[in-house]
């Protein structure tokens, strides 16, 4: 964010100095207005699925209550959740309103929620079977916005639950975040690390992602020596040559395979594809979902035979 702003005016407004009124409301103004934000209504929620926003809403809480045990921080928190709490229906997409404000939108609003989503179709039958616990949210919220103590370990075992939180990495995290005070300084330490992996990776363009590695780096809370426990996306190389191109009407159906070999190239080149090369490749894909839909016997086999293939 130091770009915005003059070496000058940065140390003023990190020191809390006093600069011209008019120029320090422009200053927020306009970080407010132009803050990279993951729900800004410029099609960034069309990347997100339900289960991204599932995801994305329990690690904003954590790290709240995280920053929250700290009193220089605390002010920041409180200023956060005042933020989200003003609308706790959820009725309306806000693009003024909070990135944690929306998760929860997109979770729990109406058809037109889903709709701004990835796959609107599945998102909505998952609202379907889902049973979010809006008001021990809202009143969680509602204690951060005033500065209150709140003891919030029923509210996020409920969350795992309701929001299918199965991550085992982030329960831990969980744990230690809500017994802090008996952890020692390392145990601390390592907790923040794993926390901080999570944010880069899931909240990497969100509202908080600033303020939480400015506490983290205050308060000296990363460990160089923790491994990144987040899964990493590598550049796969696809579609070698024509002979194992040939072999993919096996998959697909000789009418797809030039549009198959366009998929698979753009794919390797990270690359977007259109809808008609995705739709070629959709008998590929339904092959993979019969086989996850048929259970982990039929999943444990499809990865013996791909480690199979990659040592032949």
């Not at 960034?44 to 790290?63: A, G, N, P, V």
């Not at 929250?68 to 005042?82: G, L, T």
Request: overall charge positive; charged content about 30%; aromatic content about 10%.
């Amino acid at each position: 964010m130091t770009d915005r702003y003059t070496a000058t005016e940065w140390a003023a407004i990190e020191g809390g100095h006093t600069m011209d009124t008019s120029k320090e409301e422009a200053f927020s103004f306009i970080k407010d207005l132009h803050e990279a934000r993951m729900t800004k209504d410029n099609g960034s929620s069309k990347k997100l699925t339900f289960s991204d926003c599932c995801e994305r809403l329990y690690l904003t809480l954590l790290i709240l209550e995280t920053m929250r045990k700290y009193p220089d921080f605390k002010n920041i928190v409180q200023k956060y959740a005042k933020k989200t709490v003003g609308f706790e229906t959820y009725r309306y997409y806000r693009i003024m309103g909070t990135d944690l404000y929306n998760f929860i939108y997109f979770i729990v609003g109406g058809d037109s929620a889903q709709n701004k989503l990835k796959d609107p179709k599945s998102a909505k039958e998952m609202k379907r079977n889902s049973r979010i616990p809006v008001l021990d949210i809202n009143r969680y919220i509602r204690a951060l916005a005033n500065g209150s103590e709140v003891n919030p370990s029923s509210l996020f075992i409920k969350l795992e639950s309701a929001l299918r939180i199965t991550n085992s990495d982030y329960k831990a995290v969980r744990r230690s975040i809500l017994n802090w005070d008996k952890q020692t300084r390392s145990d601390k330490r390592l907790v923040a690390t794993r926390l901080i992996f999570a944010t880069r990776a899931k909240l990497r363009s969100s509202d908080l992602i600033d303020d939480f590695e400015k506490w983290a780096a205050i308060k000296n809370m990363e460990k160089a020596s923790v491994t990144d426990p987040e899964p990493t996306v590598s550049k796969p190389d696809l579609a070698g040559s024509q002979q194992n191109l040939a072999l993919y009407r096996y998959l697909v159906g000789s009418k797809n395979l030039a549009l198959t070999k366009r998929f698979l190239q753009q794919a390797s080149n990270g690359q977007a594809a259109s809808s008609g090369m995705v739709q070629a490749y959709m008998p590929a894909i339904e092959m993979l979902d019969d086989i996850v839909q048929a259970g982990p016997a039929y999943v444990n086999n499809l990865r013996a035979l791909h480690k199979r293939a990659k040592k032949s």
